[in-house]
Protein backbone atom coordinates (compact mmCIF):
# COMPACT_ATOMS: atom_id res chain seq x y z
CA UNK A 1 0.00 0.00 0.00
CA UNK A 2 1.54 3.61 -0.68
CA UNK A 3 -0.32 6.83 -1.13
CA UNK A 4 2.59 8.03 -3.82
CA UNK A 5 3.21 5.37 -6.26
CA UNK A 6 6.45 5.13 -8.41
CA UNK A 7 4.55 3.23 -11.28
CA UNK A 8 3.99 5.54 -13.54
CA UNK A 9 0.57 5.72 -14.98
CA UNK A 10 -0.65 5.41 -11.50
CA UNK A 11 -0.43 7.95 -8.55
CA UNK A 12 -1.02 5.38 -5.66
CA UNK A 13 -1.48 1.50 -4.90
CA UNK A 14 -4.18 -0.88 -2.71
CA UNK A 15 -3.30 -3.66 -1.28
CA UNK A 16 -6.18 -5.52 0.01
CA UNK A 17 -4.79 -8.69 -0.71
CA UNK A 18 -0.96 -9.86 -1.13
CA UNK A 19 0.36 -12.88 -2.65
CA UNK A 20 0.12 -14.82 -6.04
CA UNK A 21 1.17 -18.25 -7.89
CA UNK A 22 2.63 -17.93 -10.99
CA UNK A 23 0.52 -19.15 -14.50
CA UNK A 24 1.91 -17.71 -17.60
CA UNK A 25 5.49 -16.93 -19.12
CA UNK A 26 5.28 -13.19 -17.58
CA UNK A 27 5.26 -14.47 -14.15
CA UNK A 28 8.64 -16.25 -13.99
CA UNK A 29 10.83 -12.82 -12.70
CA UNK A 30 7.98 -11.31 -10.91
CA UNK A 31 8.86 -7.91 -9.04
CA UNK A 32 5.68 -8.52 -6.52
CA UNK A 33 7.41 -11.77 -5.18
CA UNK A 34 10.46 -9.91 -4.96
CA UNK A 35 9.44 -7.17 -3.08
CA UNK A 36 6.92 -9.70 -0.61
CA UNK A 37 10.17 -11.88 -0.26
CA UNK A 38 12.33 -8.80 1.17
CA UNK A 39 9.22 -7.88 3.01
CA UNK A 40 9.14 -10.39 4.42
CA UNK A 41 12.49 -10.54 5.67
CA UNK A 42 12.52 -7.31 6.75
CA UNK A 43 9.81 -8.59 9.17
CA UNK A 44 7.20 -6.05 7.94
CA UNK A 45 3.87 -7.80 9.40
CA UNK A 46 1.31 -7.74 6.23
CA UNK A 47 4.10 -9.99 4.59
CA UNK A 48 4.42 -12.08 7.30
CA UNK A 49 3.10 -15.00 4.89
CA UNK A 50 5.56 -13.64 2.11
CA UNK A 51 4.12 -14.18 -1.50
CA UNK A 52 1.69 -16.81 -0.07
CA UNK A 53 -1.91 -15.39 -0.87
CA UNK A 54 -2.97 -13.02 1.88
CA UNK A 55 -6.41 -10.81 2.73
CA UNK A 56 -6.13 -7.78 4.85
CA UNK A 57 -9.68 -6.95 5.39
CA UNK A 58 -8.96 -4.41 7.21
CA UNK A 59 -7.58 -2.21 4.11
CA UNK A 60 -10.42 -2.51 2.37
CA UNK A 61 -12.28 1.32 3.20
CA UNK A 62 -8.81 2.78 2.93
CA UNK A 63 -9.62 4.61 -0.25
CA UNK A 64 -12.59 6.03 1.81
CA UNK A 65 -10.39 8.01 3.83
CA UNK A 66 -8.45 9.64 0.83
CA UNK A 67 -10.04 12.92 0.14
CA UNK A 68 -7.73 14.18 -2.96
CA UNK A 69 -9.08 12.26 -6.29
CA UNK A 70 -6.32 9.71 -7.48
CA UNK A 71 -5.47 6.86 -9.70
CA UNK A 72 -5.45 3.87 -7.98
CA UNK A 73 -3.42 0.68 -8.74
CA UNK A 74 -5.63 -2.60 -7.14
CA UNK A 75 -3.69 -5.05 -5.80
CA UNK A 76 -0.27 -4.50 -7.36
CA UNK A 77 1.20 -7.28 -5.18
CA UNK A 78 -1.54 -10.01 -6.25
CA UNK A 79 -4.32 -10.50 -8.95
CA UNK A 80 -7.51 -9.84 -7.62
CA UNK A 81 -8.82 -12.71 -9.56
CA UNK A 82 -6.78 -15.41 -8.03
CA UNK A 83 -9.11 -18.31 -7.33
CA UNK A 84 -8.35 -18.23 -3.65
CA UNK A 85 -10.03 -14.79 -3.01
CA UNK A 86 -13.29 -15.42 -2.39
CA UNK A 87 -16.15 -13.65 -4.44
CA UNK A 88 -17.75 -12.33 -1.74
CA UNK A 89 -14.38 -10.60 -0.84
CA UNK A 90 -14.49 -9.89 -4.49
CA UNK A 91 -17.62 -8.19 -4.48
CA UNK A 92 -16.65 -6.27 -1.30
CA UNK A 93 -14.01 -4.43 -2.73
CA UNK A 94 -16.03 -3.39 -6.18
CA UNK A 95 -18.53 -1.60 -3.78
CA UNK A 96 -15.80 -0.01 -1.81
CA UNK A 97 -14.90 1.24 -5.20
CA UNK A 98 -18.05 2.34 -6.49
CA UNK A 99 -18.09 4.45 -3.21
CA UNK A 100 -15.13 6.12 -3.63
CA UNK A 101 -16.32 7.81 -6.65
CA UNK A 102 -13.12 10.68 -6.32
CA UNK A 103 -10.73 7.67 -7.32
CA UNK A 104 -10.17 6.12 -10.58
CA UNK A 105 -9.64 2.20 -9.54
CA UNK A 106 -7.41 0.63 -12.35
CA UNK A 107 -7.21 -3.75 -12.10
CA UNK A 108 -5.30 -5.72 -13.99
CA UNK A 109 -5.58 -9.04 -14.06
CA UNK A 110 -3.84 -12.21 -15.98
CA UNK A 111 -6.46 -14.40 -14.94
CA UNK A 112 -9.35 -13.08 -17.28
CA UNK A 113 -11.44 -16.82 -17.52
CA UNK A 114 -12.47 -16.13 -13.36
CA UNK A 115 -12.63 -11.91 -14.56
CA UNK A 116 -15.50 -13.21 -16.93
CA UNK A 117 -17.51 -15.28 -14.34
CA UNK A 118 -17.27 -12.51 -11.60
CA UNK A 119 -18.24 -9.42 -14.20
CA UNK A 120 -21.71 -10.13 -13.95
CA UNK A 121 -21.80 -9.81 -9.77
CA UNK A 122 -20.42 -6.96 -9.38
CA UNK A 123 -21.26 -3.00 -10.28
CA UNK A 124 -19.00 -1.74 -13.06
CA UNK A 125 -18.90 2.22 -11.70
CA UNK A 126 -17.49 4.74 -14.44
CA UNK A 127 -14.22 5.23 -11.84
CA UNK A 128 -13.33 1.55 -12.45
CA UNK A 129 -10.86 0.61 -15.27
CA UNK A 130 -10.38 -2.73 -16.39
CA UNK A 131 -7.48 -4.39 -17.95
CA UNK A 132 -5.59 -7.80 -18.51
CA UNK A 133 -1.52 -8.31 -18.70
CA UNK A 134 -0.62 -9.91 -22.07
CA UNK A 135 3.63 -10.69 -22.71
CA UNK A 136 3.28 -12.51 -25.81
CA UNK A 137 0.58 -13.65 -28.33
CA UNK A 138 -0.27 -16.68 -26.90
CA UNK A 139 -2.19 -14.90 -24.65
CA UNK A 140 -3.91 -12.71 -25.99
CA UNK A 141 -7.19 -14.73 -25.51
CA UNK A 142 -7.38 -12.34 -22.33
CA UNK A 143 -7.99 -9.45 -24.48
CA UNK A 144 -10.91 -11.48 -26.47
CA UNK A 145 -12.17 -12.12 -22.50
CA UNK A 146 -11.58 -8.33 -21.67
CA UNK A 147 -13.53 -7.03 -24.25
CA UNK A 148 -16.81 -8.49 -23.54
CA UNK A 149 -16.69 -6.74 -19.51
CA UNK A 150 -18.92 -3.87 -18.92
CA UNK A 151 -16.15 -1.42 -17.76
CA UNK A 152 -16.16 2.17 -19.00
CA UNK A 153 -11.92 1.81 -19.49
CA UNK A 154 -10.81 -1.28 -20.91
CA UNK A 155 -7.09 -1.60 -21.02
CA UNK A 156 -3.85 -4.38 -21.90
CA UNK A 157 -0.69 -3.99 -19.72
CA UNK A 158 1.66 -5.10 -22.52
CA UNK A 159 4.45 -6.40 -19.96
CA UNK A 160 6.66 -7.22 -19.93
CA UNK A 161 6.79 -7.81 -23.50
CA UNK A 162 8.46 -10.92 -24.22
CA UNK A 163 7.50 -11.34 -27.96
CA UNK A 164 5.82 -9.46 -31.08
CA UNK A 165 2.35 -9.64 -31.12
CA UNK A 166 1.51 -8.96 -34.17
CA UNK A 167 -1.14 -7.11 -35.74
CA UNK A 168 -4.22 -6.91 -33.38
CA UNK A 169 -7.53 -5.25 -33.37
CA UNK A 170 -7.98 -3.39 -30.49
CA UNK A 171 -11.69 -2.30 -31.18
CA UNK A 172 -13.43 -2.64 -27.66
CA UNK A 173 -10.15 -1.34 -26.00
CA UNK A 174 -9.28 2.16 -24.97
CA UNK A 175 -5.26 2.43 -23.68
CA UNK A 176 -2.26 0.45 -24.27
CA UNK A 177 0.44 0.33 -22.06
CA UNK A 178 3.48 -1.48 -23.07
CA UNK A 179 7.11 -2.05 -21.22
CA UNK A 180 9.87 -4.23 -21.15
CA UNK A 181 10.88 -6.32 -18.29
CA UNK A 182 13.04 -5.05 -15.57
CA UNK A 183 15.51 -6.76 -12.68
CA UNK A 184 18.59 -8.60 -12.58
CA UNK A 185 17.19 -11.58 -15.11
CA UNK A 186 15.28 -9.64 -17.11
CA UNK A 187 14.23 -10.95 -21.18
CA UNK A 188 15.45 -8.55 -23.80
CA UNK A 189 12.83 -6.41 -25.47
CA UNK A 190 12.80 -5.16 -29.27
CA UNK A 191 12.15 -1.68 -30.02
CA UNK A 192 10.21 -3.13 -33.37
CA UNK A 193 8.32 -5.22 -31.01
CA UNK A 194 7.15 -1.68 -29.01
CA UNK A 195 6.64 0.38 -32.21
CA UNK A 196 4.44 -2.19 -33.97
CA UNK A 197 2.01 -2.12 -30.91
CA UNK A 198 2.30 2.29 -30.97
CA UNK A 199 1.69 2.50 -34.67
CA UNK A 200 -1.34 0.52 -34.51
CA UNK A 201 -2.98 2.43 -31.45
CA UNK A 202 -2.04 5.62 -33.26
CA UNK A 203 -4.21 3.75 -36.23
CA UNK A 204 -6.64 2.61 -34.24
CA UNK A 205 -7.04 6.01 -31.76
CA UNK A 206 -6.05 4.02 -28.86
CA UNK A 207 -3.86 5.67 -26.25
CA UNK A 208 -0.74 4.23 -26.02
CA UNK A 209 1.61 4.40 -22.84
CA UNK A 210 5.60 3.15 -22.83
CA UNK A 211 6.21 2.66 -19.62
CA UNK A 212 9.76 1.32 -19.94
CA UNK A 213 12.79 -0.37 -21.72
CA UNK A 214 13.81 -2.35 -18.56
CA UNK A 215 16.70 -4.34 -18.10
CA UNK A 216 18.61 -4.75 -15.37
CA UNK A 217 19.42 -0.97 -14.71
CA UNK A 218 15.57 -0.01 -15.98
CA UNK A 219 16.33 3.84 -14.84
CA UNK A 220 19.67 3.87 -17.10
CA UNK A 221 17.43 2.45 -19.84
CA UNK A 222 14.38 5.43 -19.71
CA UNK A 223 11.44 5.09 -21.33
CA UNK A 224 12.09 7.10 -24.53
CA UNK A 225 10.70 5.95 -27.87
CA UNK A 226 12.01 7.77 -30.68
CA UNK A 227 13.09 11.00 -28.70
CA UNK A 228 9.47 11.40 -27.05
CA UNK A 229 7.92 9.73 -23.82
CA UNK A 230 4.46 8.16 -24.38
CA UNK A 231 2.11 8.99 -21.45
CA UNK A 232 -1.14 8.84 -23.65
CA UNK A 233 -4.17 7.74 -20.92
CA UNK A 234 -8.00 8.25 -21.24
CA UNK A 235 -9.90 10.72 -19.72
CA UNK A 236 -11.15 10.48 -15.86
CA UNK A 237 -15.11 9.60 -16.40
CA UNK A 238 -17.37 11.36 -14.54
CA UNK A 239 -19.37 9.47 -12.17
CA UNK A 240 -22.61 8.30 -13.39
CA UNK A 241 -25.12 7.21 -11.08
CA UNK A 242 -26.49 3.54 -12.24
CA UNK A 243 -29.91 3.22 -13.96
CA UNK A 244 -32.70 4.04 -11.77
CA UNK A 245 -30.90 5.74 -8.71
CA UNK A 246 -32.26 9.02 -7.60
Known sequence: MAD??????????????????????????CYAERM?????????????????????EDLLEVPLS??????????????LFHPKVPTDFIIKMFAVMERAKQHTFQILTKRAERLRGIAPLVKWAPNIWMGVTIESPEYWHRAVILKKVPAAVRFLSVEPLLAPLGKRSFSGISW????????PRSRPIQAEWVRSIRNQCNEQNVDFFFKQWGG???????????????????????????????
Open 4 to 29: NSAIEWTDATWNPVTGCTKISLGCQN
Open 216 to 246: VNKKAAGRILDRRAWNEMPARLEYLSPIGAS
Open 176 to 183: VIVGGESG
Open 36 to 56: ARRLQAMGTHRYRNGFNLTLH
Open 66 to 79: WKRGRRIFVNSMSD
